[in-house]
């Protein structure tokens, strides 16, 4: 599986972008977005299962970032809202082969494809 993500750039603070993640193939794949600040270890933000039912935020997040997908295109999506400086990182979509419908992982070692991350600079 390869993961092509897309859609990071320079934003002013309080300001929106989306960002994108398009997979290869059609497995069943639950999904999730990881971020990297500079200097810092990477940080869960968000994972959707398999159908989209089930979501899950990182508390920093919460309420302004919205994850979602669409299976017809392999694609997920991560809408992030009033950003802040803090949001400053690269952020990275992961994939895993859904045992469920309805799971969700937020772990990084319970993922196996990685894409390879994209730049969301937020400027104050």
């Known amino acids: 599986v390869q993961l092509q993500a897309s859609g990071g750039g320079l934003v002013q603070a309080g300001g929106s972008l989306r960002l994108s993640c398009a997979a290869s193939?059609?497995?069943?794949?639950?999904m999730g977005w990881f971020r990297q600040a500079p200097g810092k270890e990477r940080e869960f933000a968000t994972a959707i299962s398999w159908i989209g039912s089930n979501t899950y935020y990182a508390d920093s997040v919460k309420g302004r970032f919205t994850i979602s997908r669409d299976n017809a295109k392999n694609t997920v999506y991560l809408q992030m809202n009033s950003l802040k400086p803090e949001d400053t990182a690269v952020y990275y979509c992961a994939a895993v082969p859904a045992s469920s419908s309805s799971r969700l992982y937020v772990r990084d070692s319970e993922y196996r494809y990685w894409g390879q991350g994209t730049l969301v600079t937020v400027s104050s």
């Open positions: 193939g059609r497995t069943a794949y639950a």
